[in-house]
């Protein structure tokens, strides 16, 4: 089942989060990390999330991004 991939990742090198909740385009390892599979977190939320995992150092600076643009 491809929607398994579905959720909120983090960019762990720029601390960007993207939604992902389509098969468009799924962020590839290492740099990216599924942080939850709820595709409609808060970035509050998100932050609070990665506080709890102590993924990067200042959870607060965390934004939201944008998706990469894929070549067709």
Known sequence: MQHD???IYLNLRDQKIVRINSLYWIPPGPD???ITTDVNST???VRGL???K???REP??????SLPQVDS
């Open 5 to 7: 991939k579905f959720g």
């Open 54 to 56: 102590k993924l990067v």
């Open 32 to 34: 990216w990390m599924r």
């Open 50 to 52: 990665v506080k709890e």
């Open 43 to 45: 970035l509050l939320r």
């Open 60 to 65: 607060d600076k965390i934004t939201w991004g």
